[in-house]
């Protein structure tokens, strides 16, 4: 079976690419926009007319979360428009799309870890953006997966690990948030589901979400106080509240999931967030 990724050189992206080799049977044409626009319907066409994937794997997305408050055209383009063009070609080739969403589709006014089908009220624009794309997949796929996760982070790109670890160096100590709560989700080991996923089941069939993040739950600052230890970085972090640190996008307040839906349709084992953490950062010292 052949597997095209799109937005491969991103954090998901390159750890789908390191896991590869562990799946011969599969044949991956790896994408980022220098290959692939998939702001493009036609170009997208192209590639899958030729190549006839039988999985896409959409690892491409808009991330700057504060940053999209300004450029929501942006935004939306990459999170939205082009995801109903893979949506769209997916479709009329008849190949899996397997989507990736986001905690952010939720306000955070919750207080009980969200499932698949509570109300969705997106607050900020990029959150709108991300939303939206969920619902072009929604309506243009015959089949198709949108897996939301939240906190992402890895050893490849820039993520709140590697920012802390490098403030953490320079400053004696740091100002974290301690009243947002929601579960850090290790790349790779979402690469690693991603990839199971489709490997146990070659026949999938349907349009369904499914929530993944590592197991656990934790605030930033929690978060923040784990990466010193584990990195070994001496640095003091002290809590505030997001009242205290302005910033343009409005952020869920709690953004945990239920992820009993995958873990009993799939029968895959999510590794707790500390754990899949010191092994990032171990990685990271290597």
């Not at 309506?139 to 996760?149: D, G, H, M, N, V």
């Not at 790109?157 to 301690?178: A, P």
């Not at 069939?205 to 590592?214: C, K």
């Amino acid at each position: 079976m052949k597997i095209l990724v799109t937005g491969s050189n991103g954090q998901l992206g390159n750890e789908v690419r390191l896991l590869a080799p562990a799946f011969p049977a599969f044949r991956f044409i790896f994408t980022d926009v220098a290959e692939l626009d998939i702001t493009n319907e036609q170009d997208i066409e192209a590639l899958v007319k030729e190549e006839k994937p039988g999985v896409i794997i959409n690892c491409a997305a808009y991330t700057a979360v504060d940053k999209a408050e300004q450029e929501d055209n942006l935004a939306f383009l990459i999170n939205a428009a082009a995801v109903g063009n893979l949506a769209r070609v997916a479709t009329r080739y008849a190949s899996l799309l397997i989507h990736i969403s986001t905690d952010y589709v939720f306000d955070g006014k919750g207080y009980k870890p969200y499932v698949e089908d509570d109300p969705t009220n997106p607050v900020s624009l990029y959150a709108r953006s991300k939303h939206a794309g969920e619902q072009q997949v929604q309506s243009y796929s015959s089949k198709a997966l949108i897996i939301r996760t939240s906190w992402l982070y890895s050893t490849f790109g820039n993520n709140f690990i590697k920012t802390m670890m490098k403030y953490g160096k320079e400053r004696r100590s740091l100002n974290v948030v301690f009243d947002q709560t929601g579960t850090p989700t290790y790349a790779r080991d979402l690469a690693q589901i991603i990839l199971d996923i489709i490997h146990n089941n070659p026949d999938y069939e349907g349009v369904e979400v499914f929530h993944f993040s590592n197991e656990g739950v934790t605030s930033w600052y929690d978060f923040a106080k784990t990466i010193m230890e584990f990195s070994g970085v001496d640095c003091k972090i002290n809590p505030i509240e997001t009242k205290d640190y302005p910033l343009p996008a409005i952020r869920p307040f709690y953004s945990v999931f239920n992820k009993s839906k995958i873990k009993q349709r799939f029968q895959v084992k999510i590794p707790y967030w500390r754990d899949s953490l010191r092994d990032c950062i171990e990685k990271m010292k290597e």
